[in-house]
Protein backbone atom coordinates (compact mmCIF):
# COMPACT_ATOMS: atom_id res chain seq x y z
CA UNK A 1 0.00 0.00 0.00
CA UNK A 2 1.59 2.97 -1.19
CA UNK A 3 0.00 5.89 1.07
CA UNK A 4 1.45 6.72 3.89
CA UNK A 5 -1.69 7.00 6.14
CA UNK A 6 -1.95 3.22 5.37
CA UNK A 7 1.86 2.09 6.34
CA UNK A 8 -0.24 0.78 9.84
CA UNK A 9 -1.88 -2.01 8.18
CA UNK A 10 0.63 -4.36 7.25
CA UNK A 11 0.82 -8.99 7.44
CA UNK A 12 0.13 -10.08 11.38
CA UNK A 13 -1.23 -7.10 12.62
CA UNK A 14 -3.99 -7.89 14.63
CA UNK A 15 -7.39 -6.28 13.85
CA UNK A 16 -11.28 -6.08 14.74
CA UNK A 17 -13.83 -6.67 12.12
CA UNK A 18 -17.23 -4.76 13.09
CA UNK A 19 -19.76 -5.99 11.08
CA UNK A 20 -22.94 -4.54 12.70
CA UNK A 21 -23.99 -2.70 15.34
CA UNK A 22 -27.26 -1.95 17.05
CA UNK A 23 -27.14 1.31 18.95
CA UNK A 24 -30.61 0.65 20.67
CA UNK A 25 -30.32 -2.87 21.80
CA UNK A 26 -26.39 -1.95 22.92
CA UNK A 27 -24.94 -4.40 20.67
CA UNK A 28 -22.49 -4.57 18.48
CA UNK A 29 -21.08 -8.05 16.56
CA UNK A 30 -17.54 -7.55 16.69
CA UNK A 31 -15.11 -10.37 15.14
CA UNK A 32 -11.19 -11.06 15.35
CA UNK A 33 -8.99 -12.10 13.11
CA UNK A 34 -4.70 -11.15 12.05
CA UNK A 35 -4.19 -9.49 8.04
CA UNK A 36 -2.45 -12.36 6.12
CA UNK A 37 -1.83 -9.93 3.11
CA UNK A 38 -1.83 -6.23 1.73
CA UNK A 39 -1.86 -4.59 -1.73
CA UNK A 40 -1.53 -1.76 -3.36
CA UNK A 41 -5.27 -1.19 -4.27
CA UNK A 42 -6.13 -1.22 -0.37
CA UNK A 43 -7.16 -4.49 0.11
CA UNK A 44 -6.26 -6.39 3.01
CA UNK A 45 -6.43 -10.51 3.12
CA UNK A 46 -7.56 -11.69 6.84
CA UNK A 47 -7.83 -15.05 8.65
CA UNK A 48 -11.08 -16.28 8.94
CA UNK A 49 -13.34 -15.20 11.89
CA UNK A 50 -15.14 -16.61 14.75
CA UNK A 51 -18.21 -16.73 13.66
CA UNK A 52 -16.54 -17.22 10.22
CA UNK A 53 -17.70 -14.20 7.21
CA UNK A 54 -19.32 -16.26 4.54
CA UNK A 55 -20.61 -15.19 0.88
CA UNK A 56 -23.30 -13.85 2.97
CA UNK A 57 -21.49 -10.76 3.71
CA UNK A 58 -19.92 -10.61 0.39
CA UNK A 59 -20.64 -6.77 -0.51
CA UNK A 60 -21.28 -5.66 3.02
CA UNK A 61 -20.04 -2.94 4.88
CA UNK A 62 -17.79 -3.73 7.51
CA UNK A 63 -15.12 -1.72 10.17
CA UNK A 64 -11.54 -2.42 10.43
CA UNK A 65 -10.05 -1.25 13.78
CA UNK A 66 -6.76 -2.05 15.25
CA UNK A 67 -4.43 -0.40 17.98
CA UNK A 68 -1.60 2.00 16.76
CA UNK A 69 -0.18 4.60 19.05
CA UNK A 70 -0.79 8.36 18.59
CA UNK A 71 1.68 10.79 20.72
CA UNK A 72 2.48 8.31 22.28
CA UNK A 73 -0.80 7.30 23.57
CA UNK A 74 -2.40 4.10 22.21
CA UNK A 75 -5.16 4.66 20.42
CA UNK A 76 -7.94 2.51 18.13
CA UNK A 77 -7.82 3.58 14.70
CA UNK A 78 -9.41 2.18 11.61
CA UNK A 79 -11.04 2.16 7.91
CA UNK A 80 -14.42 1.60 6.69
CA UNK A 81 -14.74 -1.13 4.20
CA UNK A 82 -15.97 -3.88 1.73
CA UNK A 83 -16.04 -7.45 1.85
CA UNK A 84 -15.07 -8.44 -1.14
CA UNK A 85 -14.24 -12.00 -1.78
CA UNK A 86 -13.81 -15.36 0.47
CA UNK A 87 -10.40 -16.94 -0.98
CA UNK A 88 -8.88 -20.27 -0.57
CA UNK A 89 -5.80 -19.41 1.12
CA UNK A 90 -2.75 -21.37 1.39
CA UNK A 91 -1.05 -21.36 4.67
CA UNK A 92 2.90 -21.36 5.66
CA UNK A 93 2.26 -24.88 7.22
CA UNK A 94 0.22 -25.76 3.60
CA UNK A 95 -3.08 -26.05 4.86
CA UNK A 96 -5.71 -24.26 2.74
CA UNK A 97 -8.27 -22.33 4.80
CA UNK A 98 -11.06 -19.88 3.91
CA UNK A 99 -9.74 -16.28 4.18
CA UNK A 100 -11.98 -13.00 3.47
CA UNK A 101 -10.94 -10.42 1.11
CA UNK A 102 -11.60 -6.88 2.55
CA UNK A 103 -11.61 -3.65 0.36
CA UNK A 104 -10.92 -0.27 2.59
CA UNK A 105 -12.99 2.71 1.00
CA UNK A 106 -12.42 5.19 4.00
CA UNK A 107 -9.33 6.95 5.41
CA UNK A 108 -8.29 6.46 8.70
CA UNK A 109 -10.21 7.50 11.57
CA UNK A 110 -10.75 7.49 15.38
CA UNK A 111 -12.60 4.61 16.47
CA UNK A 112 -14.03 3.72 20.42
CA UNK A 113 -15.80 0.66 20.74
CA UNK A 114 -15.42 0.27 24.22
CA UNK A 115 -18.99 2.35 24.02
CA UNK A 116 -20.40 -0.96 22.17
CA UNK A 117 -18.14 -3.40 22.81
CA UNK A 118 -18.68 -5.96 25.47
CA UNK A 119 -16.46 -7.93 27.96
CA UNK A 120 -17.16 -10.99 29.97
CA UNK A 121 -15.57 -10.34 33.30
CA UNK A 122 -13.60 -13.35 34.71
CA UNK A 123 -13.22 -14.23 39.02
CA UNK A 124 -9.60 -12.03 38.63
CA UNK A 125 -11.31 -8.42 37.18
CA UNK A 126 -12.27 -7.41 40.54
CA UNK A 127 -15.78 -6.04 39.05
CA UNK A 128 -19.19 -6.81 41.13
CA UNK A 129 -22.29 -5.59 40.51
CA UNK A 130 -25.28 -5.41 43.13
CA UNK A 131 -29.08 -4.71 42.71
CA UNK A 132 -31.15 -4.49 45.95
CA UNK A 133 -28.21 -4.57 47.83
CA UNK A 134 -27.73 -8.18 46.40
CA UNK A 135 -25.15 -9.22 44.24
CA UNK A 136 -25.94 -10.60 41.09
CA UNK A 137 -23.54 -12.21 38.44
CA UNK A 138 -22.22 -9.78 35.58
CA UNK A 139 -22.60 -11.66 32.15
CA UNK A 140 -20.67 -9.14 29.69
CA UNK A 141 -20.38 -5.08 30.24
CA UNK A 142 -19.42 -2.36 28.16
CA UNK A 143 -19.19 1.43 28.76
CA UNK A 144 -22.53 2.28 27.33
CA UNK A 145 -24.69 -0.68 29.27
CA UNK A 146 -24.56 -4.50 31.10
CA UNK A 147 -26.09 -7.76 30.78
CA UNK A 148 -26.92 -9.82 34.37
CA UNK A 149 -28.42 -12.58 35.49
CA UNK A 150 -30.69 -13.09 38.83
CA UNK A 151 -32.84 -16.24 40.10
CA UNK A 152 -36.25 -14.08 40.27
CA UNK A 153 -35.97 -12.72 43.33
CA UNK A 154 -37.21 -8.93 42.08
CA UNK A 155 -39.00 -7.97 39.71
CA UNK A 156 -37.82 -5.76 36.56
CA UNK A 157 -39.62 -5.13 33.00
CA UNK A 158 -38.48 -3.23 30.03
CA UNK A 159 -38.53 0.69 30.32
CA UNK A 160 -38.13 0.63 34.04
CA UNK A 161 -35.34 2.61 35.60
CA UNK A 162 -33.33 0.77 38.69
CA UNK A 163 -30.53 1.73 40.76
CA UNK A 164 -27.67 -0.47 40.87
CA UNK A 165 -24.28 -0.36 42.29
CA UNK A 166 -20.92 -1.05 40.04
CA UNK A 167 -17.60 -2.07 42.33
CA UNK A 168 -14.24 -2.07 40.16
CA UNK A 169 -11.40 -3.12 42.19
CA UNK A 170 -13.07 -2.69 45.85
CA UNK A 171 -14.21 1.22 45.02
CA UNK A 172 -18.41 1.61 44.78
CA UNK A 173 -20.32 3.62 42.41
CA UNK A 174 -23.97 4.18 42.56
CA UNK A 175 -25.77 4.59 39.20
CA UNK A 176 -29.17 3.99 37.31
CA UNK A 177 -29.74 1.67 35.06
CA UNK A 178 -32.81 1.49 32.23
CA UNK A 179 -33.77 -1.52 31.43
CA UNK A 180 -33.80 -3.06 27.62
CA UNK A 181 -34.36 -6.52 27.87
CA UNK A 182 -35.90 -9.65 29.83
CA UNK A 183 -35.41 -12.66 29.24
CA UNK A 184 -35.28 -16.51 30.06
CA UNK A 185 -33.73 -19.77 29.21
CA UNK A 186 -35.65 -22.94 29.45
CA UNK A 187 -33.00 -25.15 27.97
CA UNK A 188 -31.93 -26.45 31.24
CA UNK A 189 -34.20 -27.55 34.03
CA UNK A 190 -31.18 -26.00 36.35
CA UNK A 191 -31.80 -22.70 34.41
CA UNK A 192 -35.56 -22.68 34.62
CA UNK A 193 -35.29 -20.13 37.54
CA UNK A 194 -32.69 -17.68 36.23
CA UNK A 195 -33.69 -14.21 34.55
CA UNK A 196 -31.43 -12.70 32.30
CA UNK A 197 -30.88 -8.26 31.96
CA UNK A 198 -29.96 -5.96 29.47
CA UNK A 199 -30.11 -2.60 30.40
CA UNK A 200 -28.13 1.00 29.68
CA UNK A 201 -26.46 2.96 32.04
CA UNK A 202 -28.25 6.43 31.99
CA UNK A 203 -25.97 8.10 35.02
CA UNK A 204 -21.76 7.58 34.92
CA UNK A 205 -19.83 9.63 36.89
CA UNK A 206 -16.08 10.60 35.67
CA UNK A 207 -14.32 8.45 38.07
CA UNK A 208 -16.67 4.94 37.32
CA UNK A 209 -16.38 5.89 33.28
CA UNK A 210 -12.85 5.79 33.63
CA UNK A 211 -12.23 2.78 35.81
CA UNK A 212 -14.88 1.29 33.72
CA UNK A 213 -12.78 2.07 30.31
CA UNK A 214 -10.07 0.73 31.89
CA UNK A 215 -11.26 -2.16 33.22
CA UNK A 216 -12.54 -3.18 30.17
CA UNK A 217 -9.23 -2.29 27.90
CA UNK A 218 -7.56 -4.51 30.15
CA UNK A 219 -9.94 -7.50 29.61
CA UNK A 220 -9.73 -7.15 26.06
CA UNK A 221 -6.21 -7.40 26.12
CA UNK A 222 -5.99 -10.49 28.36
CA UNK A 223 -8.85 -11.92 26.09
CA UNK A 224 -6.32 -11.09 22.51
CA UNK A 225 -3.67 -12.52 23.85
CA UNK A 226 -5.49 -15.88 24.63
CA UNK A 227 -6.83 -15.63 21.35
CA UNK A 228 -3.68 -15.17 18.63
CA UNK A 229 -1.96 -18.01 20.07
CA UNK A 230 -4.73 -19.96 18.34
CA UNK A 231 -4.50 -18.41 15.21
CA UNK A 232 -2.60 -20.13 12.30
CA UNK A 233 0.58 -18.91 10.86
CA UNK A 234 0.05 -16.95 7.01
CA UNK A 235 2.41 -17.87 4.65
CA UNK A 236 5.78 -15.64 3.87
Given at each position: ?????????????????????????EITDVRRAIIYETSEDKKITISQTNPPLTRF???????????????????????????????????QSGETVHA????????????????????RPTSDSNMRLYYLSEQVPIIDISIGGIRFSHKKKFEVNPGDIIKITIEIEREKFPTE????????????????????????????????????????????????????????TPKV
Open positions: MKSAEMDEIRPGLSVDVVISTDFARYVNKGVTVTFFTRQKGKLIRAGYFGKVVDILQYRLPVIALKSGLDLFDLRMHFRVLKILRVWSSYTDRRQHEIEYVSGQFLLLDKRLNYLLGGKIFEIQRESRAKELNLIP
